[in-house]
């Protein structure tokens, strides 16, 4: 019987490898030994056997124990199939390796159009959401084509875009139409998909064998290319900025947020003024998108106030900011900013000063006090007039880490964390909400020595990468010269910044990330306004979430799940938001790595759809010790238990 069961299998899977490879043109010759039914109906049912063979859940297993043994008896790999014909193939994993490599060789030729179209169909074939790795490096690949092309977009479009810092401001925020009709792109894109590819390959184990090498190459070209095209835009940016005296008209100005944007709201109930630093507007917008339920919420672009740093942007955000402010030197190597009769140079004098300059009572947090709040300081906030939350996680991760791997990856939690904050405060009656920034960054791959230049001499007074701050500076390419007079700030300092990308020799100068001069991630902040909508009634319907796991032991750092949103009745909601999280020993040990639909980059939540089955790929992030683990659903709202999957064995083997 077993050797009859595996004839059987063994012709069901040669057969379906060579039915889809001849309908796509390829070569069989290998496989003519191959039994094929003559009519075409008996073929489909063959095709159809197959498929669903590997897509039932308590079949999966079985399907991929006899494709791997299958694959290695005929050396699948030897037969010469060529990865054009194999598109529409699910039969063997090795396929989807070959499809890999011919997609990374398809970036590297040029011809993105041509591997997002195959990247679109294989990220969610069987393989792909079976094998985690497979679905990672295809992830990985899509954002790296949707880079490459909008920054070939971006680069034309810098050619025709008028010259002016207004328009460059415009067209980072809201695009450009294309000039076939193509929808506006905002050059702010490409700095989203950077940052989820850097993310996302910070996530991937490469072999050292050399199985990535295609990967790694292609990883180098996408980073050169989004490095070239930041720069040509900071270069066009600078320019603009010189014409025009560096006044930019139409945007708000980063000074003005408090009197347009916050102080017309105090009086509208209890209010969240949150300052986030090194927030990009690109974060701002994705920040947003997973809030439409239960807020109302806008984002519009200020121009930052140069140099962009922290103690400038932060003052600068401060009440009668807009009335004047002085940049002064503090000592010690640092600058402050003077707003009326009082100098602002750290967190402690900013809040003393907000304190003083804001009606009504008021109670200062970290954002990470809103993570898990005690009793009394959940009381605080119920009885507060104003919430003043600040947060300097980006920043601090991005100066003070050396693994710009784990910088990356701790930035994108920052997100998380903020679209946590909003809904505790909405929770404890806070309705109105403002989110801004001090600053942007920069974050390109480690420079170089030919992008670094030395400092303009005279008396310095600060100096950061991207920006020096002193008296009697010397005149010298490659940077811009000008007195604080002429960036609206008082005061006798001067300003030194560098042209594109280069940046001045000084510690921290070879880090990819990086603040203080001119481009348009480091000048255009993000200002979110968020209202908290009316309560909708509960939903009379019964509303569930089903789990199901894919293998009944966990083998490897990946693996996945499938979780399907049910309502017991005519009522509820099409679709659920979703946080997926796995523990051990009541500590977090993984999250949701990606989803066959609904996954959302910046924050690992997931949007299900109402009684449509999705496949998700769970990543263990830390090494555990216990012999099980448990995987947990929680609402993403009230981050409340929805279904759990318990005492999962693990067996990881290195």
Same mark, same amino acid.
């Given at each position: ?11 069901? @899977?040669?057969?379906?490898? %060579? ?22 109906? =008996? ?48 039969? /063997? ?6 499809? =890999? ?46 880079? @490459? ?34 929808? %506006? ?106 809030? #439409? ?8 672009? %200020? ?40 100098? =602002?140079?750290?967190?402690? #004098? ?24 005690? &009793? ?98 010397? %005149? ?20 030194? /910044? ?5 940046? /001045? ?17 480091? =000048? ?26 894919? &293998? ?23 679709? &659920? ?21 609904? /996954? ?55």
């Amino acid at each position: 019987m077993g050797q009859v069961r595996g004839e059987l299998c063994r012709s069901l @899977l040669l057969a379906e490898l %060579a039915l889809k490879v001849s309908a796509a043109g390829g070569d069989t010759s290998k496989l003519a030994a191959i039994p094929i039914p003559d009519a075409a109906r =008996l073929c489909e049912q063959l095709v159809a056997v197959c498929q669903q063979w590997r897509n039932r859940l308590d079949l999966r297993e079985s399907y991929v124990a006899w494709a791997n043994t299958i694959e290695k008896e005929a050396q699948v790999l030897g037969l010469g199939l060529q990865a054009p014909t194999l598109t529409d193939v699910e039969t /063997f994993a090795c396929v989807e390796s070959l499809l =890999l490599e011919w997609a990374e060789a398809r970036l590297l030729d040029g011809a993105m159009r041509d591997a997002l179209d195959l990247i679109t169909r294989r990220k969610a074939s069987f393989w792909s959401l079976y094998t985690g790795e497979y679905q990672l490096r295809w992830t990985l690949l899509e954002l790296a084509a949707q880079l @490459l092309l909008t920054a070939d977009r971006i680069a034309t479009e810098l050619t025709s875009v008028r010259k002016d810092a207004r328009a460059m401001v415009e067209a980072y925020t809201t695009g450009i139409p294309g000039a076939r009709g193509e929808p %506006a792109l905002p050059w702010c894109m490409p700095a989203r998909y950077h940052r989820h590819l850097e993310h996302r390959y910070a996530l991937l184990d490469l072999h050292l064998e050399g199985q990535h090498a295609h990967l790694e190459t292609a990883m180098a070209s996408v980073r050169h290319r989004y490095r070239d095209v930041v720069g040509q835009c900071a270069e066009r940016l600078a320019e603009a900025l010189v014409t025009s005296a560096f006044d930019v008209e139409g945007p708000l100005r980063q000074d003005e947020v408090f009197r347009r944007q916050v102080r017309q709201r105090i009086t509208e109930g209890k209010m969240a003024y949150l300052l986030v630093d090194a927030l990009r507007y690109e974060m701002g917008q994705e920040l947003l998108e997973g809030l #439409s339920d239960g807020f109302d919420v806008a984002l519009r672009p %200020a121009v930052g106030q140069l140099p962009t740093i922290t103690e400038v942007g932060m003052a600068a955000l401060m009440r009668e900011a807009d009335e004047g402010m002085e940049l002064v030197d503090v000592g010690g190597g640092r600058v402050g900013i003077v707003v009326g009769d009082t100098l =602002l140079k750290d967190r402690a #004098s900013r809040v003393k000063h907000f304190l003083s300059q804001v009606p009504g009572r008021t109670v200062v947090l970290k954002l990470n006090d809103l993570m898990k709040p005690t &009793k009394r300081r959940q009381q605080e906030i119920i009885e507060a007039d104003m919430v003043l939350v600040t947060s300097q996680e980006i920043d601090r991760c991005g100066e003070e880490t050396e693994d710009e791997e784990e910088a990356r990856q701790f930035m994108d939690s920052v997100l998380e964390k903020l679209r946590r904050g909003i809904r505790r405060l909405a929770a404890l009656g806070v309705q109105q909400m403002v989110v801004v920034a001090d600053h942007r960054h920069l974050f390109v791959e480690e420079l170089d020595e030919a992008m670094k230049i030395d400092p303009p001499g005279g008396q310095t007074v600060d100096l950061y990468p991207r920006v020096w701050i002193g008296r009697g500076a010397m %005149a010298a390419p490659g940077f811009i010269r000008l007195p604080a007079s002429q960036l609206g700030l008082a005061g006798d300092l001067e300003l030194a /910044f560098p042209l594109g990308l280069a940046c /001045f020799r000084t510690r921290g100068s070879g880090r990819g990330h990086c603040h203080g001069g001119i481009s348009l991630q480091e =000048l255009v902040i993000p200002v979110a306004s968020i209202s908290v909508r009316e309560p909708r009634p509960t939903s009379m319907g019964t509303a569930t979430v089903l789990l199901n796991l894919a &293998k009944p032991t966990i083998t490897m750092r990946f693996f996945s799940i499938e979780a399907r949103y049910v309502v017991g009745s005519l009522f509820g909601d099409d679709t &659920k938001r979703i946080k997926v999280v796995d523990r051990a020993q009541r500590t977090e040990v993984g999250v949701a790595a990606m989803a066959a639909y609904g /996954f959302e980059e910046g924050t690992q939540e997931i949007i299900l759809e109402k009684d449509r089955p999705n496949a998700i790929t769970m990543m263990l992030t830390a090494e555990v010790e216990a012999s099980t683990v448990s995987v947990h659903v929680l609402d993403a709202t009230p981050h409340v238990e929805l279904a759990a999957l318990r005492n999962i064995p693990v067996a990881i083997t290195m």
